[in-house]
């Protein structure tokens, strides 16, 4: 089983910034990526970015040159940089990650979300 935290998430004003947390727990052997989404009131959830194996990274373009996604393998855990913060970015941010487990078994799982709010 994998077990998935965010935090990080609070109120800022616009143009601030914050940084999100994503911590994976659990039977991981291998932990291949993990994607960042959020989801406005009244809105699907979208697709802010991803880490992927190798240091790579990925981001939706409304927030490419603001957010920036980092990792560290020992901790099993991803955070977000989020910098120049607008009212649009409030929303509950989501990270899902996609893991390949002790046993050989290839699992995805979801944390409870953080809100961010940005005020203007």
């Known amino acids: 089983q994998v077990q998935v935290v965010e935090s990080g998430g609070g109120l800022v004003q616009a143009g601030g910034s914050l940084r999100l947390s994503c911590a994976a727990s659990?039977?991981?052997?291998?932990?291949?990526?993990i994607t960042w989404y959020r989801q406005a009131p009244g809105k699907q959830r979208e697709f802010v970015g991803v880490?992927?194996?190798?240091?790579?990274?990925n981001y939706a373009d409304f927030v490419k040159g603001r957010f920036t996604i980092s990792r560290d393998n020992v901790k099993n855990t991803v955070y977000l940089q989020m910098n120049s913060l607008k009212p649009e970015d409030t929303a509950v941010y989501f990270c899902?990650?996609?893991?390949?487990?002790?046993?050989?078994?290839?699992?995805?799982?979801w944390g409870q979300g953080t809100q961010v709010t940005v005020s203007s």
């Open positions: 899902n990650v996609a893991a390949t487990t002790t046993d050989l078994r290839s699992v995805t799982a």
């Open positions: 659990g039977s991981i052997l291998i932990l291949n990526s």
């Open positions: 880490s992927m194996g190798g240091g790579r990274t």
